[in-house]
């Protein structure tokens, strides 16, 4: 049986995992409840965004913006946080 979504589904859901990484991820960080690896996990993060650039150049000759973004925004933070 194939479940149809709608656009509005998909929205909303989109909507509400962004809201939770804010709520538990950047404000839990923000505010000292959980100590989180920042370095670490953005030098992962920024290792992954080159990866999906590369990738995504060679297999299909485009150029993934957000990607991109993941790659320098980690990298900052990387190199910032130590």
């Known amino acids: 049986m194939r479940a149809l979504v709608s656009r509005r589904?998909?929205?909303a859901c989109s909507g509400a995992v962004l809201v939770a990484h804010v709520g538990l991820?950047?404000?839990a960080g923000v505010?000292?409840?959980l100590r989180?690896?920042?370095?670490?996990?953005?030098?992962v993060v920024s290792v992954v965004g080159w990866i999906?650039?590369?990738?995504e150049a060679l297999w299909?000759?485009?150029?993934h913006f957000f990607a991109f973004t993941l790659?320098?925004?980690g990298?900052?933070?990387?190199v910032e946080g130590r």
């Open 71 to 73: 790659g320098v925004a």
């Open 9 to 11: 589904q998909v929205v």
């Open 36 to 43: 989180i690896p920042v370095v670490w996990l953005a030098t």
């Open 60 to 63: 299909h000759g485009g150029f």
């Open 52 to 55: 999906v650039l590369v990738g």
């Open 25 to 27: 991820a950047h404000e």
């Open 75 to 78: 990298a900052v933070v990387a």
């Open 31 to 33: 505010l000292g409840v």
